[in-house]
Structure formats: structure tokens, C-alpha cells
């Protein structure tokens, strides 16, 4: 199914992979959905939406992990103005969806979040397949900048692909998954420490949710609500910080005033759970985003710096950026 979204035309800026997306006027995307790639082992082949810019070539590839229970049709506010300025999105749906109906006692359920990175990987092993499947995307995509994003669950899923990992019961990093494709990530409330910082109830059902970040290194912005209270924590919102101060490497955080978990609507337009509606929290995140993505990807680029000046620069703005 293919699905085109006008936008005012632009010229594109990036030309074979030397020069980053355009930061100014969007241009148009086309969305395709359902692409399947095989998935031997996992019960389910691997289904996922593609978003991508109707010009330009040398595109950047994002690839983004849903929150629980989400799908490849989520997080449109972020996949379309992501395309729009020159990526190209890819987002698989996970086992987790409501899509998909896994029963809890499903002998999968407790392995979904390692096959939720698995996922990611798959896509970064396929983008080829990915790649033809969209009508005149091959051979424009730059498959040596690529990023890992997602929100909520899919940020921890993300942020194993930068490094991050889960933690034994006795705080040993367990395996390495992270994946040397990937050269920057956005993480969007993504939970902090495990162990006493989690509820009880988290604690016995959720026990992979023990990151350790002491490994993440790849570059990544950390995006957090200053309202976000997370029931599975008995911390605060600065819980959703941790990404940030407990990893190595360049990091910057972008915390967003009044933002909770749905960072005011970055799931979808009028998704029920959304109870932060705020567009200008999620331009602000689009904006924030987006600069950041060309800034790490394309050294050397300006966006960031200048999106982070003008932030600063105004008199009641809707967040504040920290670090690199």
C-alpha cells in the first residue's frame, strides 16, 4: 500500500550522501506498508512501514522502535516530518503490538525484548529488500548514516543497538548487542535504572527492564518530560534522564516542560492515550529532533547548533537542552 503526502516542494541538499538532508521547507513522502521481511525463528515474519522523501539521494536511514503495544502505523508527528527533511524511516512492528495479539502466556513473551532488537537488526540487514519495495527509492539511500530512535520500550530496544544493556540480577552488563551500523540515536522516554528503582511490580514481571548505559557510547539525544511519572518506577520524571547521565560518549538531553509520557502527542494525531496534547511540544520535538539527526550524521552541520540558539533565545520556551 502506498500512501503520498503532499508537502510544499524544496530542493534537496543532500547529494550522494555528501551533505546533510534540508533543514528549511519539507518536501513530499511516500509511505509504504506492509513490507515483509522473513523471519525465520521469530512465529511471525517481520512487517514494516517505510516513509521516505520523494527526492533527493545519499538519504539517511532511521530506524524506529514503537512503544509497547504500538505498530508500524504509530509515531506518524515523527515519521513524516523526519521524511520530510530527508530521512528515510523505517519502522517494523514488534511482537509486542496490539496488531498482533500475542496471548501473555505465549513462550515468546519473555523474550520480546531481545527480539525486539533483533528486529532493528533485521531491518539494517534488509534495507536492500527494504530499499526496492518503495517505487524509485533504490540506490538513494546512504546506508553508512544511519540512526536507531524509538519511544518508551522501543527506546530501551533502541539504545541496545548504541550500547546499552541489561544488567544480571547481581548488576553484570549482560550481552553486547549493540551494532556498529549505527552512528547516532534519539531516545524518547526512555526508562531509567532498574532494581530498587523500580516497583515491585515491575521488578517480577518486567525484569529485563535493568538497563545499564556505563556501555552506551554511540552519540544519542535523550528526550524526557518533566511531567512524565512512570508508574512502573517509584522515581520521579527524572528517571527518564538516566539515558543520559549515566551513559559515556556524546550525549545532549532535551527536556520538555510540561511533556509527559506521550511527549505531547508524539504517538500519533488524537491517540487516546495521549494525555499531554501539545502540538507545540511536539514541534518543538520534530525541530529538536531533526537537527540533531543532521548534525550527527553529518558532521559538520549547523542545525543543531542553530536550533539549540534559537530555544535558548526565546522568552517562554517549551524545553531546555543540555549537554553536547
Known amino acids: ?3 503520498p503526502h503532499t508537502a510544499p516542494r524544496a530542493p534537496f541538499s543532500g547529494a550522494s550522501g555528501t551533505a546533510a538532508p534540508a533543514a528549511g521547507t519539507p518536501v513530499p513522502v511516500v509511505s509504504v506498508k506492509p513490507v515483509t521481511l522473513p523471519a525465520p525463528g521469530r512465529g511471525e515474519d517481520l512487517r514494516v512501514r517505510i516513509t521516505a522523501p520523494m527526492t533527493g539521494e545519499g538519504l539517511p536511514v532511521v530506524v524506529f522502535s514503537h512503544g509497547f503495544g504500538s505498530s508500524l502505523d504509530g509515531y506518524a508527528p515523527l515519521a513524516d516530518n523526519w521524511a520530510a527533511h530527508g530521512f528515510v524511516v523505517v519502522q517494523p512492528t514488534h511482537l509486542d503490538s496490539r496488531t498482533l495479539g500475542l496471548p501473555p502466556e505465549d513462550p515468546r513473551t519473555p523474550l520480546i525484548w531481545r527480539i525486539r532488537v533483533e528486529d532493528l537488526t533485521r531491518v539494517l540487514d534488509g534495507l536492500d529488500v527494504l530499499e526496492a519495495a518503495v517505487p ?14 524509538g519511544h518508551s520500550w522501543g527506546a530501551q530496544t533502541a539504545g541496545m543497538l548504541l550500547g546499552a544493556r541489561v544488567l544480571d540480577a547481581d548488576g553484570t552488563p549482560g550481552e553486547d548487542l549493540s551494532d556498529p551500523r549505527v552512528g547516532a540515536g534519539v531516545l524518547l522516554a526512555a526508562a531509567g535504572r532498574g532494581g530498587s528503582d523500580l516497583t515491585p511490580f515491575a521488578a517480577e514481571h518486567f525484569p ?10 554511540t ?11 512512570s508508574a512502573l518506577s517509584g522515581r520521579g520524571p527524572d528517571w527518564f534522564t538516566d539515558a543520559y547521565y549515566l551513559s559515556k560518549g556524546r550525549k545532549s538531553l532535551l527536556t520538555v516542560f510540561g511533556g509527559e509520557h506521550s511527549l505531547g ?21 520534530q525541530r529538536l529532533t531533526s537537527a540533531y539527526l543532521r548534525h550527527t550524521l553529518f558532521p559538520g552541520d549547523p542545525s543543531w547548533s542553530e536550533a539549540r540558539d534559537a530555544l535558548a533565545k526565546q522568552a517562554d520556551p517549551l524545553g531546555r537542552v543540555e549537554g553536547e
Do not use: C, K, W
Open 1 to 3: 500500500m502506498s500512501e
Open 208 to 217: 529485563f527492564m535493568n538497563p545499564g548505559f556505563a556501555q552506551m557510547t
Open 219 to 229: 552519540p544519542a539525544l535523550v528526550v524526557a518530560g518533566d511531567h512524565d511519572q
Open 136 to 149: 524509485g527509492l533504490a540506490g538513494r539511500l546512504d546506508h553508512d548514516r544511519i540512526a536507531a530512535a
Open 265 to 285: 502527542g508524539i504517538p500519533g494525531y488524537g491517540v487516546t492515550e495521549t494525555t499531554d496534547e501539545h502540538p507545540g511540544r511536539v514541534a518543538l520535538i
